[in-house]
């Protein structure tokens, strides 16, 4: 089923070279396909043609040009480890003549996604005419600080069940669906922001180092 547009999107998948804690990351095979590829695929199977790469990494320009896949040459000076994702954002919509309503940000860190997720979060982040959406799942844990070699709970009481604990929610990184206006105003996320609650195992799976590849290994197995 194809996705009931009213927006202009753009999907772009930020993927810069230089990862310390696992080096060649984008370009490392999950499943036979380099981990950039979930992205890339995902973004096509969901009826998108028209998604740009973001790279500084010639391996990664080389293996999206040759999916067909629009590149835009990220800058050194705005690909640094502390970079934040907003400002390649920005150089990636300023570089292009078409124009866009929305941005649709796919990290190739988060490969693993629920098939309906991205036309589920369409459908709401138009119904709310939100300025931007994130996705976000329930943390059960009991959660605490250590102030002077002590445990203190912050979520909970002590002897509390883990079910009656007040929910809190992490940023998964799935995806985020951002208004272009709302980037190039310096902003990832608008302050009519949606937070779009997934409950599903995908969510866990945050690509930065070697564990977290062998465990997006283990769940491919898994018919979740």
Do not use: C, W
């Not at 907003?86 to 098939?115: C, D, F, M, S, W």
């Amino acid at each position: 089923m194809r996705i009931k547009r009213q927006l202009r999107y753009l999907p772009i998948i930020p993927a810069r070279a230089g990862s310390v804690r696992l080096p060649g990351k984008n370009m490392r095979l999950l499943s036979g396909i380099p981990l950039i590829g979930h992205s890339i695929n995902y973004a096509k199977e969901n009826g998108f043609q028209n998604l740009v790469v973001t790279t500084n990494d010639n391996e990664v320009e080389n293996y999206t040009l040759q999916e067909g896949i629009n590149i835009v040459k990220r800058p050194d000076e705005i690909a640094g480890p502390h970079e934040p994702t907003i400002t390649a954002l920005q150089h990636v919509l300023g570089q292009l003549k078409e124009k866009y309503q929305a941005v649709i940000l796919l990290q190739p860190t988060n490969p693993l996604r629920p098939k309906e997720l991205l036309k589920e979060a369409i459908a709401q982040f138009e119904e709310g005419d939100y300025d931007s959406l994130m996705t976000v799942t329930r943390s059960d844990k009991k959660l605490g600080k250590i102030k002077d070699n002590t445990f203190v709970p912050y979520n909970y009481t002590m002897g509390q069940r883990s079910q009656d604990i007040e929910p809190l929610y992490y940023e998964n990184g799935l995806l985020y669906i951002i208004k272009t206006e709302i980037i190039m105003a310096g902003k990832l996320l608008g302050d009519n922001n949606f937070p779009f609650i997934i409950d599903h195992p995908y969510a866990e799976i945050d690509i930065d180092t070697l564990a977290d590849f062998k465990k997006a290994e283990a769940y491919l197995k898994i018919d979740f």
